[in-house]
Nanobody, 124 residues
Framework: QVQLAESGGGLVQAGGSLRLSCAASGRTFSAYSLGWFRQAPGKEREFVAAVSQHASSTMYADSVKGRFTISRDDAKNRAYLQMNSLKPEDTALYYC?????????????????WGQGTQVTVSS
């Protein structure tokens, strides 16, 4: 069982940066593949980024590639999403998710555990 809690969201101007954190409970955090997803009002939840166990590989949605960086610190039971060059279209509720499946997962249904989300608002 893993419990996830996101933080670090807020209001930022276009072109600015934010760093989201995902704090996890449990002793086997390193065994989980992690992902970040987002959902804007009136839109479906979408994949943002994923990092595999031991940070051996990462994957990004085309819309954030080159601007966002996902990372993890297994010693601290934390995952991060560094977001640079933010755009108004990045405005959404951002969720951290974890799955015991090996490798990178881009579909929400592949994840077993979810946080409550943290709001990111980018003003133009």
């Amino acid at each position: 069982q893993v419990q996830l809690a996101e933080s670090g969201g807020g209001l930022v101007q276009a072109g600015g940066s934010l760093r989201l954190s995902c704090a996890a409970s449990g002793r086997t955090f390193s065994a989980y593949s992690l992902g970040w997803f987002r959902q804007a009002p009136g839109k479906e939840r979408e994949f943002v980024a994923a990092v595999s166990q031991h940070a051996s590989s990462t994957m990004y949605a085309d819309s954030v590639k080159g601007r966002f960086t996902i990372s993890r610190d297994d010693a601290k039971n934390r995952a991060y999403l560094q977001m640079n060059s933010l755009k108004p279209e990045d405005t959404a509720l951002y969720y951290c998710a974890a799955t015991g499946q090996l490798g990178l997962r881009t579909k929400g249904e592949s994840y077993d555990y979810w946080g409550q989300g943290t709001q990111v608002t980018v003003s133009s």
